[in-house]
């Protein structure tokens, strides 16, 4: 538990259930060294439905997102994304949505002290955030629309 973390409330939303990468597994462990007695940690059980995990995702103040798509699916709904940026195409969507300082490499998420001043500047910054997300989203979709049906379906 980090000293700067008291007052926050994490909700763990599995996103991935493949067996050897499962992030429930994940979560009960991260709950384990953690101590479950906390009243501020909650774990959805299994992997939600995708809507379902928007409807979580668009709730919280800050998601930290160790998969790529749950990031997405959580500043679709305009919820600020720290990314951790396992590979190259994390970078690019956290630049495109305009939040490339979300971005967090596995070492420095690994490390609380990182970890936590990002979530603190995060959540401090979240209204403003929220905002420029939900500005970027007509953008957004619209060039995610062009990318599967192609430019001339879109207006």
């Known amino acids: 538990r ?3 973390m008291a007052d926050v409330a994490f909700v763990f939303v599995p996103h991935d259930s493949r067996p050897g990468q499962s992030d429930v597994l994940l979560s009960e462990q ?7 007695r906390h009243d501020s940690r909650v774990m959805i059980p299994a992997v939600p439905s995708f ?4 409807g979580i995702l668009g709730q919280v103040d800050v998601h930290v997102a160790g998969r790529m798509h749950s990031g997405i699916a959580a500043m679709s709904m305009g919820t600020p994304a ?9 970078l690019g969507v956290l630049a495109n949505a305009k939040q490339a300082d979300l971005a967090i490499s596995r070492d420095h998420a690994a490390d609380t002290d990182s970890l936590a001043a990002l979530v603190g500047r995060t959540l401090q910054q979240a209204s403003d955030r929220r905002l420029a997300l939900t500005e970027e989203l007509p953008r957004l979709r619209s ?5 599967l049906v192609g430019p001339e379906h879109v207006r």
Do not use: F, N, P, Y
Not at 51 to 54: D, E, G, I, T, V
């Open 51 to 54: 809507l379902s995990s928007r």
């Open 143 to 147: 060039s995610a629309l062009k990318g």
């Open 30 to 36: 991260i709950l384990d060294e953690a101590g479950t």
């Open 2 to 4: 980090h000293r700067d």
């Open 82 to 90: 720290i990314m951790i940026s396992l590979q190259d195409k994390v």
